[in-house]
DNA sequence: ATGCGGATTAAACAACTGTTTAAATGATGC
DNA sequence: GCATCATTTAAACAGTTGTTTAATCCGCAT
């Protein structure tokens, strides 16, 4: 599918600046001249190694990816021999920090809210392969906090509420900055906020354990 | 600013149109042709009435304000003689079927999702006159959950809390509905959901203030 | 009827979109 | 040196965009 491996250099600049553009302005509003004149090429480049915008679009997710593997190799499980609390507070803190990024990380996780909140065909294949497997691993953790006699859905609702917590930050950023900037102005901020919905979840579920389990 | 109060059908009939499509594919990759030809006007309608698209689309978001008024008149206001724990009920349910509804109120949350997450100079009116109120609320009612020993960005961190895990459901929409379909897949499901929001952070704060006042 | 003014229309406008073309470039093996 | 090939380039393409124009329509007071 790609031609020789000699170096791809203009392959490779088109697709970082098709990866910033795209996370910055999203897949309409970005033109491939936008792309091709701040990777410095040819607007006929993106045609010739991608034979499409949206192909290229596609290209630039699963890079994406890649460059976050890159970075957080196996980061989540590695934490299987942790006790539960622990694993949660990685968790939480290993999401929010990716959320907040500001340098290829936080790319990553602009273009993937786009891809959330206004999914592409890709979508399918971002949530098998990277959401569903750790949202599975939440739902085996979740009952050693609440117990087991919680109905499916709501252990999910639970789920939900976590991740809620911290997406919130990346997903309604320009809000939480206009209301509340302190939450998220520096990094011990950041820190702190991590912390902050560490705590509120533990209480909550741990409160919500002592229940022995409510029903639907 | 308008013309002679006699009908001003046209004028209605483009601002819906414009709501709609604002709502279902932002700003950008709605075009005046498929206003209009929804609306079932002429292309210039648009420009005589508003005078750019850029402009309608800001009245679009306040037209959208009011009608969400005009169905939830003061509702949050009126809650100001409850105890607190059924204000906090309250306030989450009201987010989270605004946000979950399939009409009107519907497409307003689709078009402030938008805004949120990639603000216009619009976004700061809106939060001035809608959001910093409530969530000036919030602020006195929290205390009575967790005391007032906690730090002011503290507070805010939890409010974002609440908050965040009723936007999941609208900003993540896509991926809940591929991951957990059962969260949200009737009007049973979703109040059950708000039950459950309600009940997991009244479980955090409840067991966050026994500790009479964390501190950064 | 007549003329006035707002409302509506079809048509055109210029700018921009993604994509294609065909020629030029430049390195590589012979 | 020459032919071959992928690569790069400027130019053009056809379609769409928001906006403007100028003509037409229509209700209504005169």
Redesign the interface.
Same mark, same amino acid.
């Given at each position: 599918m790609s031609q020789l491996d000699e170096q791809d250099l203009t392959r490779d600049r088109i697709l970082q600046a098709a990866l910033e553009s795209f996370a910055e302005r !999203?897949f309409?509003?970005t033109t491939v001249r936008d792309i091709c004149s701040q990777a410095g090429v040819n607007v006929a480049s993106v045609n010739y190694y991608f034979r499409s915008k949206e192909s290229l679009y596609k290209e630039a997710l699963v890079y994406s990816f890649k460059e976050v593997d890159r970075k957080y190799p196996p980061a989540v499980l590695a934490s299987e021999l942790l006790p539960p609390e622990d694993r949660l507070r990685l968790f939480i803190r290993t999401l929010l920090l990716r959320l907040m990024d500001n340098g290829q990380l936080g790319l990553h996780a602009k273009l993937m %809210?786009r891809e959330?909140?206004?999914?592409t065909a890709a979508?399918?294949y971002v949530?098998e392969t990277v959401?569903?497997p750790r949202?599975e691993m939440l739902r085996t953790l979740l009952p050693d906090f609440v117990g087991d006699g919680w109905d %499916? %859905?709501?252990i999910?609702?639970?789920?939900?509420?976590l991740? !809620?917590?911290?997406?919130?930050?990346r997903?309604?950023?320009?809000?939480?900055e206009? #209301?509340?900037p302190?939450?998220m102005s520096s990094p011990d %901020?950041i820190n702190?906020?991590a912390e902050?919905?560490f705590?509120?979840?533990l209480?909550? #579920? !741990?409160?919500?354990g002592t229940g022995i389990g409510?029903r639907?």
């Open positions: !999203g309409k509003a %809210a959330i909140a206004e999914p979508l399918d949530v959401m569903r949202f %499916a %859905a709501d999910d609702r639970f789920i939900l509420s991740i !809620g917590q911290c997406l919130i930050y997903h309604a950023r320009p809000m939480v206009r #209301l509340c302190e939450t %901020a702190r906020t902050v919905i705590e509120f979840s209480a909550a #579920l !741990g409160q919500l409510q639907t």
